[in-house]
């Protein structure tokens, strides 16, 4: 698994974003997929998972109804959709994979590089 991040940028608070994490080895689809964030100064945090097949998505409290994750395992890409972003989301959005991934950095083997994500007020 060689998965890249991508879709970040500069956005004006308010707007929207959609990162996506590509899998270069094309064998995604056999794993669940997490995103994380990690602010400067801050912790890595769970934002959002996904189960191999799409069948079960996981979301940070905080960020349910604004954040989507979903996946094309045609395309071995998970996406995340962000919406109305503010300040505090600004940060490096980390891309992860495991069989069984769920909320926590320990489940996922593989990492993105991550894409960096800043929120103008």
């Known amino acids: 698994v060689q998965l890249q991040a991508s879709g970040g940028g500069l956005v004006q608070a308010g707007g929207s974003l959609r990162l996506s994490c590509a899998d270069s080895?094309?064998?995604?689809?056999?794993?669940?997929v997490g995103w994380f964030r990690q602010a400067p100064g801050k912790e890595r945090e769970f934002v959002a998972a996904?189960?191999?097949?799409?069948?079960?998505?996981y979301y940070a409290d905080s960020l349910k109804g604004r954040f989507t994750i979903s996946r094309d395992n045609a395309k071995s890409t998970v996406y995340l959709l962000m919406n109305s972003l503010n300040p505090d989301d600004a940060a490096v959005y980390y891309c992860?994979?495991?069989?069984?991934?769920?909320?926590?950095?320990?489940?996922?083997?593989?990492w993105g590089q991550g894409t960096l994500v800043t929120v103008s007020s």
């Open positions: 992860a994979a495991g069989p069984n991934g769920r909320l926590s950095r320990d489940e996922y083997d593989y």
């Open positions: 996904i189960t191999w097949n799409g069948g079960r998505t």
């Open positions: 080895g094309r064998t995604l689809s056999s794993y669940a």
